[in-house]
């Protein structure tokens, strides 16, 4: 069959579209609200109209064109016998053919098309042939492997196939009256549940979805098996009966019921969320609606794209940890949107709020429809909120494919855009909702009285809204209006995104307005509606006025990523920055919160958008003779649905808000970049951090005159950082300190580390962390500015087992501390023992020894070393030493009684903190006080320990900037840690990270004088 031929009589269509996820027998009402069925909707919008023709024109054709050449169709006529040849594909193709079907049953519920329906039904005939006498029915499994049926749940998608099955077979009954299908659906459910269930087989589906289809069929057949089979599937996961747990990945690492965090593969998840809360309403299951609750909570607050998007982490196409929403790499697979969005309808449905619509309109107008182009026929499977371009984040590429080997993502497409008019209107009792504002008309059944509902609006570019009510007779009954949670001031419905007020958006924010019959009316909000209560009669028309200024918005301070950046929307859509409109280039953009937007509707660009224009300013490098300029440029953003139709290039929805101050160091001998970056806090203390080796090359605080000085030793240039120096400011690991001969035992098996001090092993290595490049983004954080550092040290780099990831933030704060956060973790079990290298001299860097500043150590004990200033093992009482610091006094004080050569007449000792046990919250470490100067440093840390260094070996051969040497006792070091050599002593706190743990440590320097 030519599948294009497929587009007779699509011109003028009125779209009536189904939703996906309610399909209701006779007028049931399910949920606690109930939707306005897809016969009683009509689509003539703007925006909408043109997207769903596409869909039937195009994409329908285009996706059956696709199963045809991939082989996914000729599996069932093989599978049927009805011609030769072997499997094509991959095991669960099945599943693209059902969800195509089910798009093309909703087009021909809407217009016929006698060519389509008779495909459908020699399509269904093959589907048919291929199905088992007993019921069963997978082409895999007929074709490949007949013996295994059943073998592998977790893996091969066998309940996963048979659940979009079901929804197909639905749809096609509901919009050709045809029993075709349905039977084939009828018999496989039957018998699935002669296979699986409580005296049968105990296993659920790696892929959930076989539980919205059973609700589904359920509803479709009133049959009641279906319904406890569905609830059988949702309480067997998490229970390891006769079987093994799948694991976070699939969610079934505990029962459903007991979950509070979304976990594991996002659209596995979305419709497990789906799933729960279909057999919830239909059985009252209050305790899933609690289980969902949670998880929603956790979503909204702390796992959700501005897009809408889910499922942050490519690896596993899952969640990622909370706060963790990275933009270039987000994976947010369009299939993971839609799970999204059909989740959140069904929230509301339960609980009536309009939280639930507002996120389903986020992904309706940004993280879905980016999925699928203009055209119709071309798709992305992630949708990243960044691009260079370059990077083939798409499969592959960097821009839209025509088809995947794994394409659920297309099939997707085409049965969810035409349910979009179901998510418009629901009811309940004499309650009608108006969720979506889209141009057409719905009727609502209340009772003995059918209500007609016709929208005007040109949303979402404009917020005006028109809708005029005609019931068929007069009665008194309510009309809630959703009002948006962004014309509320509210981008989402917690606190991980907010707009940033007072900045410059052009247009004024405005207020909300209502009119009933050209009146005004006032605004009763309720659960995010407006609730107008009266008696209507035919002709009555409600107004309703949704400002729409251009709004920035800033993300909460735990989303690292997005620190220091902003990003744009105007009404329901989130505006990203393309290659295209800006002069070839992106990422070199800054947003300042003083620019001043426009908005400006253009018909001709993108199937006609409004764009944000304003002037914006672009960085340019200094090339080695000093710091970086900027100059002011025209800027333009597009919706972020649109991008990528005008070639490949940068694109971001993030920006910076501030134009970094930065330099580059002078670079001759290595052939990369490497910046100084200079964070100043609302006090004026200023560091300076370079990302070779995270050094911290000067901090400049106060003295008691308020006079700045720099009191860390640093040197001027890269070079002679690159020549050598004793860790100046550096960032120290895999393991900082001493490891005995450069050897340890973990596992079973031993560790051969490079040898560097002598015999043995010291601050990471040869070339530790203190000499790589790590990779660098600054950032502004409500407590003052910050330099995220990252490196990804790879198995083993200077002998350490496990790809170790680590993250280092320093955050300059406006409370003159200087902190430093260290997280890290790993694939394989590795020590891990990070800190700090700073030299620091409180009288100013050169200005001469340490002697005279006064110290106290929060530390009662401290490691005996030998001569080889490896710890023996034993902890003594510091009390009657020379090591005895609990009360203050100076570090010369008692400096001359230490003897030995490994101390050159020196401190060079680790402490044992006073509270040892673990601990979330820096505690007290030191206090460092200069009495010339008056400067006062206080340290406070998450580790057990503290080493204790006084420059003992600084020889007058660094030189620091302005020709200030550096001779011995010049500075000393207070370097938070864990004990040395613990690798080798298991009566010491640990340092071994593993797989699945997070090593995380904190250490804050705070300033102030007296």
Known sequence: MDTRRLLIGAAGLLVLVAVLTVLLPG???????????????????????????????????????????????????????????????????????????????????????EELDRYLDDLIADIAAAQWDDGYLSTYYTLVEPDRRWTNMKDMHELYCAGHLFEAAVAHHQATGKRTLLEVAIRLADHINTVFGPDGLHAVPGHEEIEIGLTRLYRATGDEKYLDLAR??????????????????????????????????????????????????????????????????????????????????????????????????????????IANAMWNYRMFLVHRDASYLDVLERVLYNGFLSGVSLSGDLFFYPTPLASDGEYGFNHGSATRQPWFRTSCCP????????????????????????????GGAGNVKLDDNTVNLAQQTSYPWDGDVTVRITPEHPERFTIKLRIPGWARGRPVPSDLYSYLEGAGTGERAGEIGLKINGEPHGLELEDGFARITRTWRAGDMIELHLPMPVRRVVAHPMVKEDA?????????????????????????????????FTAEHLPDLLGGVTVLRTTALARARGGGEGPGTEEPVDFTAIPYYAWSHRGVG??????????????????????????????????????????????????????????????????????????????????????????????????????ILAHNDGPNHLHGGIKGFDKVVWKAEPQETEEGPALRLTYLSPDQEEGY??????????????????????????????????????????????????????????????????????????????????????EPRTIGSRMRQIRGDQFAGGYDHCYVLNQQETVEEPFLAARVYEPRSGRVMEIYTTEPAVQFYTGNFLDGTLTGPGGVVYDQHYGFCLEAQHFPDSVNHPHFPSTILRPGQTYRQTTIHKFYTR
């Open 27 to 113: 007028g049931e009402k399910y949920f606690a609200a109930a939707p306005v069925p897809f016969t009683e909707v009509q689509v003539r919008d703007g925006f909408w109209s043109p997207r769903l023709r596409t869909n039937r024109e195009v994409t329908i054709p285009y996706d059956f064109q696709k199963c045809e050449e991939t082989g996914r169709i000729s599996n069932f006529a093989r599978a049927g016998r009805l011609e030769e040849g072997e499997f094509e594909g991959i095991y669960y193709n099945d599943s693209d053919v059902y969800k195509v079907i089910e798009g093309a049953s909703y087009s021909l519920a809407v217009m016929y098309d």
């Open 232 to 337: 059988f599937f949702l309480d067997e996961r998490g229970y390891a009966h006769d079987r093994e747990l799948y694991g976070e990945y699939c969610q079934d690492h505990e029962p459903v019921i007991q979950q509070s965090e979304a976990v594991g593969h996002a659209v596995r998840a979305g419709y497990l969320y789906s799933g729960m809360a279909d057999v919830a309403a239909l059985t009252g299951r209050r305790e899933y609606i609690d289980a969902l609750d949670r998880i929603w909570e956790n979503v909204v607050s702390k796992k959700l794209y501005l897009t809408g998007g889910i499922g942050a982490s490519r690896r596993g196409e899952a969640f990622g940890d909370n706060y963790d929403l990275p933009n270039a790499t987000a994976y947010n697979e369009t299939c993971a949107a």
């Open 411 to 438: 099939v997707n497409v085409v049965r969810f855009l035409p349910s979009i008019a179901g998510y418009v209107y629901a009811c309940e009792d004499d309650v009608i909702y108006v969720g979506l504002y889209i």
């Open 564 to 596: 220091g950046l902003v990003a744009l929307e105007r009404g329901p859509i989130v505006y990203c920055a393309e290659f295209a409109d800006n002069g070839g280039q992106v990422s070199h953009l800054v947003l300042p919160d003083e620019a001043e």
């Open 650 to 751: 940068e694109m971001a929805v993030w920006l910076p808000r501030y134009m970094s101050e930065q330099a580059d160091m002078n670079i001759q001998q290595e052939p990369f970049g490497v910046n100084i970056y200079t964070l100043t806090n609302a006090n004026g203390l200023r560091a300076r951090i370079t990302n070779y080796g995270g050094i911290l090359v000067s901090l400049e605080v106060p003295d008691r005159e308020g006079i700045l000085g720099n009191i860390v030793l640093g040197l001027d240039t890269l070079e002679e950082y690159l020549d050598g120096h004793p860790y100046l400011g550096s960032i120290i690991g895999r393991v900082g300190n001493r490891i005995a001969n450069g050897r340890f035992t973990l596992e079973g098996q031993e560790y």
């Open 801 to 886: 087992p496990g790809n170790l990831s680590v993250e280092v933030v320093y955050t300059l704060t406006n409370n003159n501390e200087l902190r430093i956060d260290y997280t890290a973790t790993t694939d394989s079990p590795t020590p891990v023992n990070l800190t700090h290298h700073s030299y620091f001299n409180l009288a100013g860097a050169g200005s001469g020894d340490i002697l005279d500043h006064e110290l106290m150590l929060n530390a009662d004990q401290f490691l005996p070393v030998d001569e080889t200033l490896i710890p023996t093992g034993e902890l003594m009482m510091v009390a009657g030493t020379i090591m005895d610091f609990t």
